[in-house]
């Protein structure tokens, strides 16, 4: 343990998702180091963050504006509706360049071990938006994890009632993988999503 401030330092970056004691003590050695101009940018940076973004009005992903940039954009198809938990997963999303709708971001996930339930999402939100009839198919991309499966068979038996097409992301074998080493739950959806080798 250190004393006073560098103390208070390390402790506040430990609480950072992914940064144990050991990387808080480097990273808080590393600023005390760093030239006094980085580390006051940096500072600015972090206190322009917290005061400019903010959430889209529409899907709810980061923005600095009112509608973030993909709801802005006239170029995205407004009949196909992707549902993530996470404004983070727009973006691993957006990196495929594979999608080319719009997105609802739910702020979670289904938990009742950490008391999320529908309520604590924005569901309401999302069915709000399928009101107009616009959309015609939602995507559920929650993660393939119990708390994604949760949500996923949650908001499918609440979007049944629209008439809409619903699918989920598939999901299997990553690229590279060995079967000997998949679970029996990403070995049996990889044998249920499996397609044509013609495709």
Known sequence: MYEGVIQDLIDELGRL?????????????HLLQADPVDVRRLADVLVE??????????????SEDDQCRICRDPRRDPTVLCVVEEYKD???????????????????????????????????????????????????ATDPNLEGEATATYLTRMLREFGLRI???????????DLEYADEVTLGRAFAGRRSADD
């Open 17 to 29: 998702p992914g940064v144990g004691p050991k990387s808080a003590q480097r990273i808080a050695f």
């Open 49 to 62: 963050v917290k005061a400019r973004v903010k959430f889209c009005t529409t899907c709810f992903n980061v």
């Open 90 to 140: 727009v973006v691993a999303i957006e990196r495929t360049r594979e999608f080319k709708g719009r997105y609802h971001v739910l702020g979670g996930a289904i938990s009742p071990i950490d008391g999320i339930g529908p309520d604590q999402l924005r569901i309401r939100e999302l069915l709000t938006r399928l009101a107009d009839g616009t959309i015609t198919e939602v995507i559920l």
């Open 167 to 177: 699918t989920r992301l598939a999901s299997g074998l990553p690229v590279g993988g």
